[in-house]
């Protein structure tokens, strides 16, 4: 529900006359402090609209004037006043479209950036899981790039093993071929004296 608006003629004019009752200026600031507030570019054409009727006033109390003619003196205070309300009607419509457009396009910019900020923890969460997905992918290749480091040790450990043992086979093969040559030798040398000492048939 909107506002009653602070500043109009009524009030304009109540302000006014509690300032001339204590004895103070008319002025522009000082009514806009007992109103409490207020569009400036609403309330100074009333202000000057008042000065002007009370001036006619004051005019008109100064010197005898055929009714007539204070009639019409009264009717142009009553059409100056009626012209400043609607000037300052005009200005205060004015300064609520004003309003009302700052409005809208304030609330247009902060739905522009809300949009902006979702989209950016949006994009953050994404990126938040790209990132524990490239984790979770170099934790497993660490993983198997070490089970492949273990399994190549056992294989070294493995191979020089078997080098030890086939070195120790070639050794045992190369003693057993040498026995096998002193033994093929004695073999013969047995036989050839047993050649030599065999009798002779008739």
């Known amino acids: 529900m909107p506002r009653s608006p602070l500043i109009t003629p009524d009030a304009v004019d109540r302000a006014a006359q509690a300032l001339v009752a204590r004895g103070q200026p008319v002025t522009n600031q000082a009514i806009h402090a007992l109103l409490g507030g207020g569009s400036m570019s609403t309330l100074v054409p009333l202000v000057r609209a008042w000065k002007e009727a009370q001036k006619e006033r004051a005019e008109l109390d100064t010197i005898e004037i055929p009714e007539e003619v204070l009639g019409h003196a009264r009717d142009l205070a009553g059409r100056i006043w009626r012209d400043a309300l609607a000037e300052a009607s005009v200005a205060s419509d004015a300064l609520r479209r004003e309003y009302r457009a700052s409005q809208q396009k304030a609330a247009e910019t902060q739905s522009e950036l809300l949009d902006t900020l979702n989209q950016a923890e949006v994009r953050h969460q994404d990126l938040e899981r790209e990132i524990a997905d490239l984790r979770s992918q170099i934790d497993t290749l660490r993983s198997a790039h070490d089970a492949q480091a273990l399994d190549l040790a056992r294989a070294q450990s ?39 000492t065999s009798p002779r048939r008739p």
Do not use: C, S
């Open 158 to 196: 493995t191979i020089e093993a078997l080098k030890e043992k086939v070195a120790m086979l070639e050794g045992t093969i190369t003693k057993a071929e040498a026995r096998a040559e002193r033994a093929e030798e004695r073999l013969a040398l047995v036989a050839q004296g047993n050649a030599g």
